[in-house]
């Protein structure tokens, strides 16, 4: 069993940065592969990033809209995975959820066994 709470989201102006964090409860942690999602209203919940249960390899979303502007990382000594944004948009206002599971890459949703309850980014123009 895995527990997950995202923090870090607000409001910020367009052009600016955020930190999601994802802190995971349990000791099983490190054997999880993560991944990051957003949903936004009236929309499905949408693959943003992945890493491995090492973090030594990343998986983005193909989307033109986010490439080159996400980072995801964890650190296993502090059960935390993160997710550094950069360059925002009005568009990537949504609630962003960490989600853990067994495979990588995984960009469908129902592909994690575990998620949080989300972290809410609002981006103004």
């Known amino acids: 069993q895995v527990q997950l709470v995202e923090s870090g989201g607000g409001l910020v102006q367009a052009g600016g940065s955020l930190r999601l964090s994802c802190a995971a409860s349990?000791?099983?942690?490190?054997?999880?592969?993560m991944g990051w999602f957003r949903q936004a209203p009236g929309k499905e919940r949408e693959f943003v990033a992945g890493?491995?249960?090492?973090?030594?390899?990343?998986?983005?979303a193909g989307s033109d809209s986010m490439k080159g502007r996400f980072t995801i990382s964890r650190d296993n000594a502090k059960n935390t995975v993160y997710l550094q944004m950069n360059s925002l948009k009005p568009e990537d206002t949504a609630l962003y959820f960490c989600?853990?599971?067994?495979?990588?890459?995984?960009?469908?949703?129902?592909?994690?066994?575990?998620w949080g309850q989300g972290t809410q980014v609002t981006v103004s123009s």
């Open positions: 989600g853990a599971g067994r495979n990588f890459p995984m960009i469908y949703a129902r592909g994690y066994d575990y």
């Open positions: 890493i491995n249960w090492s973090g030594s390899n990343t998986h983005y």
């Open positions: 349990g000791r099983t942690f490190n054997s999880y592969a």
